[in-house]
Structure formats: C-alpha cells, structure tokens
C-alpha cells in the first residue's frame, strides 16, 4: 500500500504529492502504533522474546535500511562506497549482526590491514547470545552468557583492540550500549523508539514488560536532550510503553483526525478483553462508544454509508437505535437507492423505519402528482391512513373529470385493497365502472347499493353514486328490485334530511343549490318509477 | 477453472456494460463501460482487458482492466447502454440521458449529444421544474428508448433533438427497466409486478398487452429477452425471484425459480449460448444459470467455481399445449428439469448492482466498490 502511495507521489502534481504523502505519514504512523500494542498488549510477550518482538517491530517500521543495503552492494567495490560504514552502523543499529558481519568480511577482502579487526568483530558479533524461539535455555543462562560477552567485548575496547579504526571501534561501542556513542548516531537512529530498542539490545536484553516505560522514558528525554518537546506520537508510544491502554486511545483520539484507527484498534483490545474494567459513565462501553462515532461518521459520508450498516450490526447495545436514528436521515434521491435503504431496514425488522421511508417517498410522489406510485408505497408501508388520503384524491380527480387514472394499478390492487376502507371503496366503485362498462347491469346494480348500505363509500360521494345510479333506473328493463329501490329511496333520504340549513346563501351557493334540487327531483322522479315498474314486475311473476 | 478478477476502482458500479464486437469479426470483448452512482462526482469510464500478449509466466493472464479514459456525469448513473462501437448512451438520476463518444485516438470520452429533460414530473419551463430518474435505456440504432420514474416512455433518434415519440403516464407506478421485443415493440417492468408490451406502431397511449404476476404485485427490476427466440422473457423481481415468461401466451410468467435472497437487479441470457442466463442481486452474488440438458458430464465443470446449488422449482403453469420442435430449455418444465446454477463470486460482497456477457467474457460491477471481470466463463 504504501509503494503504491510513493508512485502516486512520483507521478501526480506537487499539490497531489504533498497530499498523499502527509496521508502516507499517517497511515505509517498508524501502522507502528497498531504494531506495537499488538506487541504489548495482545502477545504480551515476557522478557525475552520481547526485545525480539520489538527489534522486529523496529525494523519493520525504519526501513530506510533497504534501500541503502541494495545501494552498496549494487556498487562495482561496496566496500568503498561512500555509504558502507553508514549501512554497516545501521545494520549494528538494529541488531542484524548477520548482515553486517557479512559487510566486514567483504571490508576485510579488501584491506588486509584492517582483517584482523575485522575479523575480532566479527567473531563478537557472531557469539553474542540471543534468544532463539524454540532454544530451551533459560534467562538466567542467557543473562549469564550474555554477561561474559558483555565482558569480552568492555576487554577489546580496553585493550584498544580497534584504537587503529574508529569506525570499528564506534561499533564495539554500540555493541557495549554505550549511550554516547548510540546519540552519536542520533541520525542513523532517527527516532527515540529506535534508541530506545537498539539501546535494550546491547544493554538490557531481558528487558521485562513492567520497566519498559522507565527506559522508554529515559531514552525519550536523551534523545531529545530538551532540544524539542515530544510530539503526540512520541506521547501515544509512551503511553504504550507505560502499559497505559486507555491513555493509548485517549491520546490517539485526540492526534488523529478521524475514528477509523481509534475504533478498530479499541474493537481489538476489546475483543482480547483488555477493556472490560473500564466503563464510561455515558453510552455503553468504550468500544461501543467508538465504533458508533465512526459508524455515525461513515453515515454522513455520501457514498459510504452502507458500510456504516454492518458497524452499527456489532454494537449490541446503541447499535440498533442509533442505525433507525441515521437510516432515516439518508437523502433519498432516486427509488433504487431508497430500496436499498429499505433492504437494510427489512433485514433488520425495523419496521416503523420501512414505514416511515415509504411515507416519505409516498409523500414524494403525491407531491409529484404521481397517485399510482404514492398509492403503491402506501401499501408497501401498510399505512391505511395514507392509502385513505391518496384514494380520496383518485376519487376527486375522478369527480372533477369523470375517469379514472392508472387503472392499470387499481385494477389490480388484489388482497391490498383491504388496507383501508377508502381503498376498498376505490377498488369496488372501479369494479363497478367495469361492470357497468361490460352491461352487466344487474351485478352492477348490487354492488352499487351494497357500498352505500354498508357504509364503505364516504357520505360525500353518496350522490356521486345516486347520480350514477340514474341511468340504471332509466333502462328499460328493471334493474333494481323493489326492496333495492326502497333502499336507494332510504339513502337519498338520510343524505337531503341530513343536509344543515345555511345563513345568507350567496349567488354562487343558490345556483349550486339550485343543481343539487334539480339532481334530486330527478332521482325522486326515477325512483318512484323504478319502483312502480318493479312493484308491478314483482306482483306479476309471483302472479304467474 | 473459473478465473475471476477483481478490481477496486474508489467508486460505487451502478453499471457495467461490454462494448459489443464488431459483426462478423472473430476478437473476443475486451472493451467495457462501467457508470457510479452515490458519488459527489460520478463517473461514466471506459476500461479495456486487451493486451492478449501479455500471458505471465504460468500461462495465466493479466487480468487486471486498465482505465482508458472517463468523464463526469451528472448524477448517478441509471443506466448504461452501447449505441454503437464509439457511442454509449447514459440515464442519469436527473432525468437526462447522454450520448458519450468516446475517440480511439486520444483516448477521451466527450458529450455527442443530450436530452437533457428527458424525464420529468413537473415540465421543463414551470417554476416548480422537478426532474424524475430515468431508470432504463435499450438501444437499437438509431433508435433509443428510455423509461423513467415518472412513468413516462421517450423514443429518441440519435441526432434528432426532440424525441420521436413519447408516451406521458405510460405506467402509473416507476418503470424499472425496458428492452425491445421486436422491432418495434418494447416491453417494460414496472414497480407493481407488470409487464407491458407496447407498440409504436399504435397510437394512443395504451399498452397493447398487460401481463402480470398473481396476486402479490412485486415489483420487476429486470428484463431480457431471449436472443433468438423473442417470445421469451426473463424477468427479475424485489424477493430475488426469477421469472420466465412466454408472451405469446397467458398473462401469468411460464414459471416462477426461486434464487436470489434480495432484490435481482439484472438478469441477462447468454447472447450466442442462450441456454445459459446470468443474475446478479443485492444479497451480494451474482449466478449462473445453466439449462442445458445435453450436457450432463460438462456441468460437473461448473462445479468447481464456488457453491452449487440446484433449486427446486414450481410452475405454475403447466401448459401441455406447448408442443413445438423448437422449445427453448427456458420452456419446459423446470420441476423435470435440472437447472444448474452456479455463484460466480468467490466470496459475498456488497450488492452486485450490474452484469454483463459477452463470449466467454463476464464483467460486473458491485457496491463494494469492485468490478469483477473473467474471460473463461465456459472453459
């Protein structure tokens, strides 16, 4: 990942450049933090094999060594490089003796007079005693060993075994621990926590956990020697080096500007049970904590919300509550992405979230006067009142210019016609157009009573239907029985009588009135006709 | 062995289209489109698999797809469909449709052409102007065919400026998708569980046939049409369902597979080996359907690609008046038939929003900010 952010650098303009690589330091930085708590914390290595863990850790981190190394030895004479005593220092730097044994050898090749010297370091550098996994020996042999390697060596400086060279006494030096000689080479080291290794190596090899953070300390303040204050890096390590978990996170929340690190390193401590000691005193925990912030913060982004789902999945706590908070908020441009929405909702069984996604695209499309569309999300999102609200404009739009709209979704409303009576009474009152439309009178005469008699249709619309009702009455043969006729009369009846008495009707009103009385006279009329013809039709066939 | 190559491209794929090969030429795809959606900036970009040369040392192939060029789109991609060799025409989320040419020579995408109301709910020149998705394009040079959210059907001609044709309130709920039948009839799905078939050749604005499925109305996401034999249609709904229908008879599907957990968002027959059909849905896979019934020993091959399932089905129309020598394996029962479906992603992502076939070449594009690309679909 990081190669590919230095091509990005090489490649793209300097304002790019600068960009990609303040986020490389970053990430970097993240990467030698998560490093090291995996160390500390989650291997919790013993003394020993943890100056191991930490020289990996450094080498893995001060990597400039790499490039240096395939420098030299891609030279005609390494040995002569400018740069051959820089590798070999590094090298000793971080306890590849290996390596840097094999540079002497090719330093002795060429200049017999050093050989000898060459040859001694060599030799030290290849017994010093360390602890190889899977070597039984205990620390107290080690330390033992180490000890009278340690000795040696203090013997050749003494003896001024390598007085002719400095360059090789500087390493028997760094090989002592000496602290002078390690900050002579504060530039190879570039960092205290490299100091801080390279001087445990040579120093203190069976560093146990617990003193970690007094030499970490020390190292820090030598390193610095006052010239500069630490920064929130050197502070976040510290606080590692301290065992100081909390502090850890505290300070990494602070330094860095987004929860990403914060919150998957806290998941991990958490997952090792680091953390259960600690409770916040608001919200559930500190993983939970966190990983909401950043769940919340994957929400605000535009495209990455849907990531955010599957954190909020893993807070057993806030989780659920917090995702219904932020699920609603999703701007909802197109109906794709609102289905999406709507998937992650069904999944979940949150149901008042569906509801309330599909009333607000319901609301949407009444807005944009697309009625099939409200009407489908109504039902979609079970909510009676809504179907009620866009039925009743079906049926007005229907009164205003004597059709119907999107039959093509009313006609085919099936079982979810029974969301709401309006509904009902739309999908009936459009059975009734269609039977009326194939002359099947008689059905759709009965239908026609039925949603009058049992109150489905709204008072409102009651002479709507009456007026509907005229031109059966007109045909020539007899459609309404006597018995219906009665009740069709009942119903003109409870509509005229029910009707409030006005104050001062104006001229528009009186004109209205005068239709409405019309209206009424001629149903009066057709009515009692019908059920003259019907009286007479009934009295003959029971005649007959 | 099925090989499948992922991409990460920063961006969510709404659509991935191949570009189609020359008629007659023997090259295999190496061409594709894909569009991104949810993005501040979306993105319609051209990628190419070439470079047949450059096997690595196992003999395999470089499979990586390399950005030829791109250009901004004005909102999400809707949909993507290649009108020519160098033409791709895009639906945007604002309603507008797009007409990119993309030059060989210096390897740039500009804008050919635009309608840029296309689809509306309040009219261009109203001051309560608000645009409607168009969702579905099909082309058929030079003829294109656009549908939209607000229900409405557009038949454009490559440079003309207004539309041909259009049809206002053609659907009263969303129109998802739409293809063509025959020449010049289309075929739309709609949110409430239809199929329409229309034909410009009538006027007014009915359909000249309605087919739906019972009862339930889910909504229809997808269509695509047999490529030899027109009467059949696959169609995929919002419970994953996959419909096989034959639209010279009955107004009910043929019969009804159950697949995917979450809504199919395409669904697309094998253009030159029509016996296999490919989905892709939200739930995060993307299938192969096999129905070829001569090949018992070969399906043992696509076994190998990843879980193999081979479901059960019901028909629910058992016609036995179907009796013509050329049957389509679509149109027999599939309760007699075994239909071998194999998922081709290796492991489940984020919604598979697109796929497309092309030869032995299979591109899709997921949410998970992936392309996944392979080119030894039947080896």
């Known amino acids: ?544 | 062995m099925e090989e499948i190559y992922a991409k990460f491209v920063s961006q969510k794929i709404s659509k991935t289209r191949w570009r189609p090969v020359p008629p007659g030429s023997l090259q295999t795809a190496e061409t594709f489109t894909t569009g991104s959606w949810d993005n501040e900036e979306n993105y319609v970009s051209l990628w190419s698999i070439g470079d047949f040369g450059n096997l690595d040392s196992d003999g395999g192939f470089e499979g990586d797809p390399k950005l030829l060029c791109d250009i901004r789109h004005h909102g999400d991609v809707m949909d993507l469909q290649f009108f020519d060799q160098e033409r791709i025409v895009a639906a945007s989320s604002t309603g507008c449709v797009t007409i990119f040419l993309h030059h060989p020579n210096n390897q740039t995408l500009s804008v050919n052409q635009q309608w840029t109301t296309a689809h509306y709910h309040t009219g261009p020149g109203s001051p309560s102007y608000s645009s409607a998705p168009c969702t579905g394009i099909v082309c058929n040079n030079p003829e294109i065919v656009t549908v939209g959210e607000d229900g409405r059907i557009n038949l454009f001609r490559a440079d003309y400026k207004e539309a041909v044709r259009t049809i206002d309130n053609a659907d009263s709920s969303t129109l998802h998708a739409v293809t063509f039948l025959r020449t010049p009839e289309i075929l739309t799905v709609n949110s409430i569980g239809q199929l329409k078939i229309w034909d410009f050749r009538q006027q007014g604005n009915e359909p000249s046939q309605i087919l739906s499925l019972t009862g339930d109305r889910v909504p229809l996401h997808c269509v695509d049409r047999h490529p030899n034999q027109q009467h059949v249609v696959a169609t995929g709904g919002q419970d994953g369902m996959l419909s096989i229908w034959d639209v010279r008879q009955g107004t009910m599907p043929f019969s009804l597979l159950k697949a995917h957990e979450a809504e199919m968002w395409e669904v697309h027959f094998h253009p030159s080996n029509p016996d296999h059909l490919f989905t892709c849905s939200e739930d995060g896979s993307l299938w192969h359907w096999d129905a070829s019934t001569d090949v018992p020993e070969k399906s043992s091959l696509f076994h190998q690609g990843g879980r193999t399932s081979t479901f059960l089905s019901h028909s629910i129309s058992n016609q036995a008046n179907v009796h013509q020598s050329l049957i389509s394996s679509w149109l027999t029962d599939p309760a007699k038939d075994r239909i071998d479906i194999t998922s081709l992603l290796p492991t489940r992502t984020l919604s598979v929003n697109s796929l497309d076939v092309l030869g032995p070449c299979l591109v899709c594009g997921t949410d998970a900010e992936a392309i996944y690309v392979t080119r030894q679909l039947f080896s």
Not at chain 1, 32 to 52: K, R
Not at chain 1, 136 to 155: A, F, G, N, V, Y
Not at chain 1, 457 to 466: G, I, Q
Request: proline content about 3%.
């Open chain 1, 1 to 544: 990942m990081e190669e590919m952010h230095q091509v990005a650098i090489a490649a793209k303009d300097p304002a790019s450049g600068r960009q990609l690589s303040s986020q490389v330091s970053i990430l970097s930085a993240m990467e030698l933090i998560w490093n090291l708590c995996e160390i500390l914390f989650i291997e919790v290595a013993p003394a020993g094999p943890l100056l191991l863990h930490l020289l990996d850790w450094v080498r893995l981190h001060v990597c400039e060594v790499d490039s240096l190394s395939a420098d030299v030895l891609g030279s005609e004479n390494p040995s002569k490089h400018e740069n051959f005593w820089k590798l070999v220092t590094v090298l000793v730097l971080q306890g590849r003796l290996d390596e840097a044994r094999q540079m002497l050898s090719k330093e002795a090749d060429t200049s017999p007079t050093s050989a000898g010297m060459c040859r001694i370091l060599g030799d030290l550098m290849r017994t010093m005693p360390i602890l190889s996994p899977g070597n039984t020996q205990t620390l107290t042999e080690l330390e033992l060993k180490w000890q009278h390697w340690h000795e040696e060596c203090e013997r050749h400086l003494q003896d001024g075994t390598f007085a002719a060279s400095p360059h090789l006494e500087s390493l028997c030096k760094i090989m002592l621990g000496d602290e002078a000689a390690l900050l002579e080479q504060k530039e190879l080291l570039s960092n205290w926590y490299h100091f801080l290794v390279t001087r445990l190596l040579y120093s203190h090899p069976t560093v146990k956990p617990i003193d970690l953070h007094f030499y970490a300390q020390s190292s820090l303040d030598l390193f610095l020697g006052g010239e500069s204050s630490p920064e929130p890096l050197d502070n976040i390590l510290m606080a590692a080096f301290e065992f100081d978990i909390h502090q850890v996170i505290k300070e990494c929340s602070i330094a860095l500007s987004n929860w990403w690190f914060v919150a998957h390193l806290t998941d991990l401590l958490d997952h090792c049970k680091l953390l259960q000691s600690h409770n916040l005193y608001f919200g559930s925990n500190m993983r939970e904590f966190l990983l909401l912030e950043y769940a919340s913060g994957l929400f605000a982004h535009h495209s990455l919300w849907q990531l955010g789902v599957d954190y909020f999945d893993y807070c057993p706590e806030l989780g659920r509550v917090s995702l219904e908070l932020h699920i609603e908020r999703i701007p909802l441009n197109t109906e794709q992405k609102a289905l999406k929405v709507l998937r992650i909702c069904e999944q979940r069984q949150m149901t008042e979230q569906v509801r309330s996604i599909c009333k607000i695209l319901a609301m949407k499309a009444v807005r944009n006067n697309r009625l099939g569309s409200a009407l489908s999300w109504s039902i979609r999102a079970k909510d009676a009142a809504f179907a009620t609200l866009v039925s009743d404009r079906f049926l007005r739009d229907y009164c205003e210019r004597g059709c119907f709209s999107d039959l093509d979704l009313i006609d085919n409303l099936g079982p979810a016609m029974m969301l709401s009576d309006r509904l009902t009474f739309l999908g009936k009152y459009r059975e009734f157009h269609r039977l009326y439309g194939e002359k099947r009178f008689v059905d759709a005469a009965s239908l026609l009573l039925s949603l009058m008699t049992s109150q489905i249709a709204p008072r409102s619309f009651w002479m709507t239907l009456l007026t509907d009702a005229l031109p059966l009455l007109e045909q020539k043969q007899v459609i309404f029985s006597a018995e219906q006729t009665y009740e069709l009369m009942r119903c003109l009846e409870d509509l005229t009588s029910g009707r409030p008495e006005h104050g001062e009707p104006d001229a528009q009103q009186l004109q209205d009135d005068d239709i409405e009385t019309t209206k009424v006279e001629m149903l009066r009329l057709a009515l009692a006709r019908n059920l003259a013809g019907a009286i007479i039709r009934e009295g003959s066939l029971e005649g007959s």
